[in-house]
Structures are given as C-alpha cells and as structure tokens.
C-alpha cells in the first residue's frame, strides 16, 4: 500500500475511537473508554504478535502498518461490547459479561488505567519484537503482560455483592442478583 491509502487504517480507527470518545465523555464515563481501549487494543496487539511469531519470519505481512491499528481497534470493540449493548439495548451488566475481556472485574484491579497502561505497552512492545523477528523478546514480553493482568486480577478488591453495596457505586451498571427489575435505574450512569 502506498499514499492515501496507507492512511485509510488509520483514519479509520481513529475515527472510530473518536466516536467511542465522545459517547464515553457524553455518559461521563471516561474512565470506560480508558479502561476497556487500553486492555481491549492490548489483547488486539498480542494476537497479532502471536500471530507473528507462529507464522514466521516469510509471512509476517509488515508492509502494512495498518494491521496493528485494525487489531487495536478490533480488542477495543472486542472489550467495550457490554457497554454497547448497554447504550444500545439497556443490558445492564452482569457477571458473564466477563467474557469480553474481563469487562466487570478489570474495574476492581489496583489503579486500573495505570496498570493497563503498562498492559497496553507491553503488548505493543511484544508486537514490535514479533515484527521484527526477535523471538524471545516478544514471548517475554507478552509472557510479562499476560503475569502482569492475572497478578492484578489476583489482587483485585471485592465486587459488589449487595443491592446496598451497588448503590453506593452506580457508576458500574452492574445488575445485582438481588435487584428484582433486570434495568438499570434511570439516574444510574451509562456505560
């Protein structure tokens, strides 16, 4: 790819995330978009890495710079698709919700944007050793974020467990299982 062209990956995503910004900062829920970009887009770059370093050095596609910025932007979608159902179709949070990319619990891990931040740069750096063929390098890199979230998810605080407890955090929209309406409250805080 070259000219404009080569610009159309970027542009795109950050088009995207600008939009995502912006319905974030209109709910007041900045730290959302910070919380779940920064491990969404990391998750992105260390299965691009992996991706990488199991298909070797002939086939690493590193002509195009815009598979990096696809895959940040596909973690992030990835991560941030319980807070689009909630916007889109008032599905509150619930437990299962886990599954993209520990949506609930990663809000409860010590200094959650400061250790995404490092989680966020040790996968791109993990990417940069894959593309450029340096092995052990990105497997100790990525092996260091991956210890890195599960000791942060190890050192996690306590969820909610009660209606009381859930209260005094609306900001979570998370639905308790001793809530007996399935909605978020109408003053609860969106995403």
Known sequence: MTGPARLL????????????FAEYARFGALIHFWIHGLLGAALGFAVLAV???RAGAGDRRSGNPGTVWVAGLAGHLYAAAPDVLFVAADLVHQWWM????????????????AVL?????????????????????ATTTLLAMLVLVVS???????PPTTLHQLRKAP????????????RASPGQARP
């Not at 886990?98 to 944007?113: G, K, Q, R, S, T």
């Open 9 to 20: 990956a970027p542009a795109l995503v950050l088009a995207v995330e600008g939009y995502l």
């Open 51 to 53: 991706w990488y370093l």
């Open 98 to 113: 886990d599954v993209f990319a520990l949506h609930v619990n990663i809000h409860f891990i010590p200094a959650p944007p």
């Open 117 to 137: 931040l490092v989680v966020f740069t040790l996968a791109l750096a993990g990417w940069a050793a894959a593309i450029l063929g340096r092995r052990r390098t």
């Open 152 to 158: 942060a998810m190890a050192l996690r605080g306590a």
């Open 171 to 182: 900001q979570l929209a998370l639905q308790s299982s001793l809530e007996t309406a399935g």
